[in-house]
């Protein structure tokens, strides 16, 4: 089983829909998880980052992280056409050392 | 800005000709990290540095080399490219090693 579980999608929503994104995991020594948006052929960049378990709120963003459930959403408000762009979850603990456990990314199309 | 800057962002080389890719950061960010992420799959982990330790994955081929000249630099050296090389190369730096700043990447081309 891979550490890290992302629908990879595609997920086509219409401009200003509430966008749900999801990872499960399986490593329960996972505190630090974040996720990245990857426009197509650029890096990922850093949209949210979450230490243990609760949510956090950023503008159109909230992340929540349950790790009861092992379970890590990305909720996106007043989705808009410029968000569309793959999505990876990434997490990582004190086992992992510097590596980051991503997900294979879920591609979001918004839709005018 | 401080950012990650990667340079070239597109290379093109022949195969088993040897290739350098270049990252520099402005961050002073103690880690720094090359990726491999090939088409619709996750960033794969090549290398990192902490600070002047480096550390490689298991899986890494051989063919792959890292250097760290200074705390800004960090170089990725493919030894004799193949065509399953061909892929976004990646670089990133963190601060500890848990929160990691990406470059835009470097999309390298083998034929």
């Known amino acids: 089983q891979k550490e890290v579980e992302q629908d990879p999608g595609p997920l086509s929503v219409p401009e200003g829909a509430i966008v749900s994104l999801n990872c499960t995991y399986s490593?329960?020594?996972?505190?630090?998880f974040m996720w990245y948006r990857q426009y197509s052929r650029k890096g990922p960049e850093l949209l949210m980052y979450?230490?243990?378990?609760g949510n956090k709120e950023d503008g159109r963003f909230t992340a929540q992280v349950d790790k009861s459930s092992k379970y890590i959403s990305l909720f996106i408000r007043d989705s808009q056409p410029s968000d569309s762009a793959t999505y990876l979850c990434?997490?990582?603990?004190?086992?992992?050392?510097?590596?980051?456990?991503f997900g294979k990314g879920t591609s979001l199309l918004v839709t005018p | 800005d401080a950012m990650v800057i990667q340079n070239p962002r597109y290379q093109v080389t022949q195969f088993g000709k040897p290739v350098t890719l270049s990252c520099s950061q402005t961050?002073?960010?103690?880690?720094m990290y090359w990726y491999q992420q090939k088409s619709s799959q996750a960033p794969k982990l090549l290398f990192h540095?902490?600070?002047?330790?480096?550390?490689n994955e298991a899986d890494t081929p051989d063919n792959f080399q890292s250097r760290r000249p200074n705390t800004s630099f960090c170089f990725l050296d493919i030894r004799s490219p193949g065509l399953g090389d061909a892929a976004m190369y990646l670089c990133?730096?963190?601060?500890?090693?848990?929160?990691?700043?990406f470059g835009p990447g470097t999309r390298l081309t083998v034929t």
């Open positions: 990133a730096t963190s601060v500890g090693g848990y929160e990691q700043y």
């Open positions: 490593n329960s020594a996972f505190q630090y």
């Open positions: 979450t230490y243990s378990s």
């Open positions: 990434a997490m990582s603990g004190e086992d992992s050392g510097y590596a980051l456990n």
């Open positions: 961050l002073n960010h103690n880690v």
């Open positions: 540095y902490y600070d002047k330790d480096f550390n």
